[in-house]
Structure formats: C-alpha cells, structure tokens
C-alpha cells in the first residue's frame, strides 16, 4: 500500500534561514507526489508537483522540490524563509489504479518562524 | 475562476443524527473527491465522485455516502454520527483526467457533541 513519512513534526526556523521539510514516500510505480500548505483554518493550498521529467521542481512562493527516486524521497526547500510562511506542510502521493484518484498524506509538518 | 466552495463552513451536531456536507466544484471540473482530517488519523480519502458516479472508495464504514448531481456539485452524508466524526471535511475538484490536480475547497467543520 502506498504511504508517505514525514518524520518531523514540528520544525521552527529563524526568519531569512533556509528550509527544507522531508518527505519519503513508498509506492510501487512511478509516483506522483505534491507538497500542499495549510494555514490555521483553511484548506490545502497546492505548492509544487512532480509527475515525470526534471527532479527539481519549482513551486508558488519561492518553494522547489526535488524528487530522488533512490531514496524515494521528495524533500521541499525554501531558500529564505519569510513569517508569512509559517503554516502546516503535507507531502502527498497520488495513488489509483489509473492515475492519482486519491492522495495519501503524510503527517505533516508544522513550521513555526522565529523573528 | 471561483474556487471551491463548501458549505456549511461549520456545523455542530449530536450523537446519532445525520448530517449532509455541501460542495461546489471549480466550473469545468467533474470529479469531487472528500477528505477527512483529523488530529488522531490526519487526512484521510473517503471517496470520489465522476460523472456522478462514485469511483474510488477508501476504508470507511457505511455511514459515510455520498453523491453527485449533474452539475458536478457534489455530497456526503453522516447517519448516526459518532463523537469520533468530528473532524474537518475538505472537498477537492479536478477537471477528472488522471494526472489532474486536486483543488481543495476551505473545509467544513463539523463538531459532534
């Protein structure tokens, strides 16, 4: 069955540092996997997507991934991290018979930002 | 383009009534999928509808039912809810290929007293 880790449960970074946010997945084929925000309150806001092609991907807000099939990781980075981006990460991969009917999510990460 | 929307945005109910969760997909997409989100479990598939047929199901009891009209707005429906339904209820849309992106709506809150 598929499944996504995302080992770290809370993450607090200073502001202007960089970030990245770990993400390991296991499915059987080729995966397709997202990385979603979700601010207190609201739904799932869609950062980045890897389906086939380039393994560094870039997203909305400065954020990239980059997808290591060895590793069957998807890690998500940010360069210089801004207050503004203090939410919750999901990590996702799509999983179906044909395609990504559904999406199995990790845990989460909640990123907390120091002044 | 509206986004999706979902209403009600919060919802309180009592142990052993029904409830019924709205959601109005993106204007052209045909699939609607439901999601549960709760602190114990996290986010968690519950089904997705297509051309109002239901096309995938995950592991939920029976309680949980859902459908889809013509216009692709979509359903779901508690009966006989349990303390342990209180979560947040999050719809996404996609246009219904296989490669589509799901857009999620803002989430209905329910809470079960």
């Known amino acids: 069955a598929q499944s996504v880790t995302q080992p770290d449960i809370h993450i607090t970074v200073s502001e202007g540092a960089s970030l990245e946010l770990r993400c390991n997945y296991s499915y059987g084929a080729t995966p397709y996997l997202f990385w979603y925000v979700q601010s207190p309150g609201q739904g799932l806001q869609l950062l980045l997507k890897?389906?086939?092609?380039?393994?560094l991907v870039q997203g909305i807000k400065g954020f990239e991934a980059e997808f290591k099939r060895s590793q069957s990781s998807f890690n998500l980075r940010k360069p210089s991290v801004h207050w503004s981006d203090a939410a919750e990460y999901f990590c996702a991969v799509g999983a179906g018979d044909t395609g990504f009917q559904k999406l199995v999510f990790g845990t989460g990460t909640r990123l907390l930002v120091s002044p | 383009k509206a986004g999706v929307t979902q209403t009600p945005r919060y919802l309180i109910k009592t142990r052993g009534q029904q409830v019924t969760l709205s959601c109005s997909p993106i204007s052209g997409h045909r699939s609607v999928s439901w999601y549960q989100q709760t602190p114990g479990q996290g986010l968690q598939f519950l089904f997705e509808?297509?051309?109002?047929?239901?096309?995938n199901k995950g592991n939920f009891p029976g309680r949980f039912s859902g459908r889809q009209f013509s216009n692709s707005r979509s359903e779901m429906n508690v009966s006989t809810l349990e303390l342990g339904d209180s979560a947040l209820y999050l719809c996404?849309?996609?246009?219904?290929?296989?490669?589509?992106?799901?857009?999620f709506g803002p989430g209905t809150r329910l809470t079960v007293l």
């Open positions: 890897y389906f086939s092609g380039d393994t």
């Open positions: 996404a849309s996609r246009v219904g290929g296989p490669t589509d992106t799901q857009y």
């Open positions: 509808y297509f051309s109002e047929t239901q096309r």
